[in-house]
């Protein structure tokens, strides 16, 4: 049986629990959190539910749940983590993203970005829960049909999967000074979100002439590009800026 403790709608404890699945006033809400993952190459980790889930079985999601009595935030992203997939998150890598309230859902949900490299092949699934983790690229996710409509089925991607594909992108592209195939160097700045888009832009400055600072499409600044000896990164990092 799972006892949550119950918070105001300003997350105050309020020294009530209920039982999950049980009836609560109206009011009073129970700790969620979800947990994004990104490693050293820019994926992110997504877990498949198993077939005998009675919610959304057999579908792609996030690691995460709800917090158990006695548990904060924090507290509730280690265990969520380590009977899912068996291991220990580094908290020491991890922010808030943003916290909502579902007034709806009577929930408060944190959303957690962890930086961290964990191969799915020494992850020890928790039968019930998880059948299969993988480690894919953001921009991938797209891709996929199932995978992208399992995720979408959650009400927190929209708002979460531009930023895994900004975070991502600066993984792969970090600020430093690069050669464009054709010759001339630039120094990257940073990246950005395109307003409309939301698509990830790489913000760059050119070190010749008049220094003009431009943007361009990240996933175009990543793209290979043929030429006369072959095919060749559009941009090649040079010097790497602290």
Known sequence: MEIWDLYDGNRRLTGKTMERGGKREKGYYHLVVDIF???????????????????????????GGAAVQGENSEMACVRECEEELGFTPDLSRARILYTETSYQGCYIQDNYLLYQDMPVEKMKFQP?????????????????????????????????????????????????????????RYQVEGLALHTET??????????????????????????????????SPRFTLEEGLK
């Not at 877990?47 to 005998?52: D, M, P, S, T, Y």
């Not at 970090?174 to 001339?184: C, D, E, L, S, T």
């Not at 698509?199 to 990240?218: C, D, K, Q, S």
Request: charged share 30%; hydrophobic share 35%; with cysteine.
């Open 37 to 63: 993952f990104l490693n050293s190459k820019g994926e992110t980790l997504l877990q498949l539910r198993a077939k005998e889930k009675k919610n959304r079985p057999d579908t792609w999601c996030c690691t």
């Open 128 to 184: 019930e829960e998880v059948q299969d983790a993988l480690w894919i690229l953001p921009e991938k996710i797209r891709e996929d049909e199932k995978i992208w409509q399992d995720m979408c089925g959650w009400a927190n991607w929209k708002k979460v999967y531009p930023i895994l594909c900004l975070e991502s992108m600066r993984i792969r592209i970090p600020k430093g000074i690069y050669r464009h195939y054709k010759g001339n």
């Open 198 to 231: 939301l698509e990830p832009l790489v913000i760059y400055r050119a070190l010749y002439g008049t220094e003009e600072t431009w943007a361009r499409p990240a996933a175009m600044w990543m793209e290979r590009v043929k030429t006369e000896g072959g095919v």
